[in-house]
């Protein structure tokens, strides 16, 4: 089954603790990016990559890292976790950068910083 | 930058009524147009789309035309089911990779 696939879906943790969540599609999709979803802000673009080794920065990228070695594989890794990075995080990939593809997304993480 | 406008919600309507959500945009250039549907506890998925001024996309009994006098792309749908209630984000791909989308809007529709 095509699928974008988040682990874990839940996680509280506390300030400080870095923490990595893993996204990973099946479609051999060119392009992964990740959002954060909270109330009244809609989704909002953290960082994307336009193929492997290509990262850039979504609209609010600040305490945040990305990589993409693998093409199937791009982990959100936050080294420093804050109570304002508590919020619901999705991955999406679609075929290509191009601006006509439709994006593909993940079930969700919810995560909750102490 | 880019930016999505969304009326804003939550919208409540009973089942079989008229459905209009307004979604309008400010971009650089040639961006494709797209609606996403959230249901609870689960990521979004495609409603329907358009690339280029003048395009329809449908699905579903939706419907939204890009119309780029405008610059809008509000969502109808004739008849709306229970089965409808949901979340409705319009959102907008540039070439350039980024995406932005709007704030969404709840909807609720009661047999």
């Known amino acids: 089954e095509a699928q974008v696939t988040q682990n874990p879906r839940y996680l509280i943790t506390v300030t400080g603790k870095k923490l990595t969540v893993t996204c990973s599609q099946n479609m051999n999709h060119e392009y992964m990016s990740w959002y954060r979803q909270d109330p009244g802000l809609g989704l909002r673009q953290i960082y994307y990559s336009m193929n492997v080794e290509v990262t850039d920065k979504g609209d609010v990228p600040e305490g945040y890292k990305v990589s993409r070695k693998e093409k199937r594989n791009f982990p959100l890794i936050l080294e420093s976790p804050s109570p304002n990075q508590t919020s619901l995080y999705f991955c999406a990939s679609k075929l290509t950068s191009g601006g006509a593809d439709e994006q593909f997304f993940g079930p969700g993480t919810r995560l909750t910083v102490l | 930058g880019n930016s999505v406008t969304q009326m804003e919600g939550p919208v409540t309507l009973s089942e079989e009524a008229f459905l209009t959500i307004n979604c309008t945009y400010t971009?650089?250039?040639?961006?494709?147009l797209f609606w996403y549907v959230q249901y609870p506890g689960e990521g979004l998925q495609l409603l329907l789309k358009a690339t280029k001024a003048d395009d329809k996309g449908s699905n579903k009994g939706f419907e939204a035309t890009y119309r780029k006098e405008t610059t809008s792309f509000h969502l109808e749908k004739g008849s709306v089911q229970v089965s409808d209630s949901a979340v409705y984000f319009c959102?907008?791909?540039?070439?350039?990779?980024?995406?932005?989308f709007g704030d969404g809007t709840t909807l609720t529709v009661k047999p």
């Open positions: 971009a650089t250039g040639y961006p494709s």
């Open positions: 959102a907008l791909n540039t070439n350039a990779g980024k995406s932005t």
